[in-house]
């Protein structure tokens, strides 16, 4: 068998706030498998989130749990 492709679902949302006459952006992300959201106070920090998660992913063997739960969802497929 060919190696377990790695796959993760994020709805990201962005938007702008007013602070101290600055617009800064503001992010969540929300796990479509789980539910489980994140909110981040500026754009970097989202990245540093997703960095991390990659990593993570990227490190952890195709049998750990967090793979098995993963498991049942496969990534879309292109229809062009």
Known sequence: MGEQQRYFAYLVRLWTVRRDDEWI???SAVNAHTGEQHAFV???QM???LTMLTERDAASSPTDETDASRASFAPPVSST
Do not use: M, S
């Open 42 to 44: 500026d754009l970097d």
């Open 25 to 27: 952006w503001r992010a």
């Open 47 to 49: 990245f540093t989130f």
